[in-house]
């Protein structure tokens, strides 16, 4: 008789082969069906709706004048099946396609780099918004802190000590993502989605949350000792900023501008003594639009857009 995490194994096993059958399939017709209408447009295949947004404003950045169509595959496995599914096709079909995924912790996952295919050398999009430019502009512009450098390097300075504190907090459950990941173990459940889970973040402090890891990353099998031993090194030689999960970074630093938002507003302001408050309300506008907009972009974008634009 199986246990609760074999029979979830098996089934995730048999959902994984059923969508590599179906989805190249249902991918390959819809591009099929933009081709007939458009068959010269640019195509970048993308893993979800927010890849498409915030690399709408890297591109405009780089190219402005470029046309493309965005493809969003959901996921990044589909991605990849898309892409080799237009390789082993005998017709036309994959000639202007290009592929947009992240890192994470497995890489190509086996499959081959090719020029039409872009890869991020963080974790995942979100560690290249969560960054001191970013946080630079909105407190020029949002949080009205022009003309104060001083003020605006004394919040810059906090925030790069309590980001490296939540890194350090998030440590624990980033290796245990790590591991599931080069060992394939599946996962019982989503990820944790909100920041309180992980992590309990104040303006100046970061505490771990209460719940341990082993919760918040539900496995349908434990890792073994040794399995843990061999990765060690690994993981310790990965820069946190870059390497970590970008999607916790993210709902950290959203979450600490928060905070910053109602300590500029607040007539006891801690950060911001002094500056002036006359008909001010600092604003809270922190959607990937807005800070991809204020983010650098990716290191090799440029080059890899320019080979196809």
């Known amino acids: 008789m199986t246990n609760d995490g074999e029979s979830l194994a098996a089934t995730a096993l048999l959902e994984s082969m059923r969508d590599a059958r179906e989805v190249p399939a249902v991918m390959k017709s819809q591009l099929a069906a933009l081709r007939a209408v458009d068959p010269d447009v640019c195509v970048i295949a993308f893993e979800g709706i927010d890849d498409k947004t915030v690399y709408y404003h890297w591109i405009k950045q780089i190219v402005p004048a470029f046309v493309y169509e965005p493809f969003v595959c959901k996921g990044k496995s589909k991605v990849l099946q898309f892409k080799k599914m237009l390789e082993q096709d005998l017709g036309e079909l994959r000639k202007g396609v290009l592929y947009v995924i992240d890192r994470d912790f497995d890489d190509l996952c086996g499959h081959e780099s090719v020029e039409e295919l872009f890869m991020t050398h963080t974790y995942s999009f979100e560690n290249y918004l969560v960054n ?134 607040s007539a006891s302001s801690t950060l911001f003594i002094g500056l002036d408050r006359e008909g001010l309300v600092a604003r809270q506008q922190f959607t990937l639009d807005s800070l991809a907009a204020r983010a650098p972009h990716p290191p090799g974008l440029r080059e890899f857009l320019l080979r196809f634009a």
């Open 132 to 265: 001191e430019s970013v946080l630079e502009e909105l407190l020029k512009n949002e949080l009205h802190c022009h003309a104060e450098p001083i003020c605006r390097e004394s919040v810059r300075t906090l925030f790069l000590k309590q980001y490296s504190y939540f890194l350090n907090v998030t440590k624990d459950i980033n290796f245990r993502i790590f591991v599931a990941k080069k060992y394939q173990i599946q996962r019982k459940r989503d990820l944790p989605n909100s920041l309180s889970r992980i992590a309990n973040v104040s303006l100046s402090s970061v505490k771990p949350a209460p719940e341990p890891v082993c919760a918040q990353v539900v496995l349908t099998r434990e890792p073994t000792a040794d399995e843990c031993a061999d990765l060690t090194n690994e993981f310790a030689n990965l820069d946190p900023k870059e390497r970590y999960r970008g999607k916790f970074a993210l709902m950290f630093f959203c979450y600490w501008l928060g905070l910053l938002v109602k300590d500029r507003n």
